[in-house]
């Protein structure tokens, strides 16, 4: 199993930008597919961006595409998620998960980090 700790959450005005981060330990980080996801208020977490073990393949949800990119460094065991051109609906906590590649099956996850975008 993959231990997961985020980071690079705050306050960001509409239209800004912000970088999170994921630090994993244990065993063979490029064995995970990663993903990011975020959990509003009253609402359920939702699928963010995910990203295949060597970083060849990524997929988003239709409402971060173009604006968001995620990313990893395997020497660094770290994922990223970049956020540009951010919007008020994009507040949440983000959290990023680790799962056996291929499936969409996300078993480890970290215990996210805040986003507040104001308007």
């Known amino acids: 199993q993959v231990q997961l700790v985020e980071s690079g959450g705050g306050l960001v005005q509409a239209g800004g930008s912000l970088r999170l981060s994921c630090a994993a330990s244990?065993?063979?980080?490029?064995?995970?597919?990663m993903g990011w996801f975020r959990q509003a208020p009253g609402q359920e977490r939702r699928f963010v961006a995910g990203?295949?073990?060597?970083?060849?393949?990524?997929r988003y949800a239709d409402s971060v595409k173009g604006r968001f990119t995620i990313s990893r460094d395997n020497a660094k065991n770290t994922v990223s998620l970049q956020m540009n051109s951010l919007k008020p609906e994009d507040t949440a906590v983000y959290s990023c998960?680790?799962?056996?590649?291929?499936?969409?099956?996300?078993?480890?996850w970290g215990q996210g980090t805040q986003v507040t975008v104001s308007s």
């Open positions: 998960a680790a799962g056996p590649p291929g499936t969409e099956i996300y078993a480890s």
């Open positions: 244990g065993r063979a980080f490029i064995s995970y597919d």
């Open positions: 990203i295949s073990g060597r970083g060849s393949s990524t």
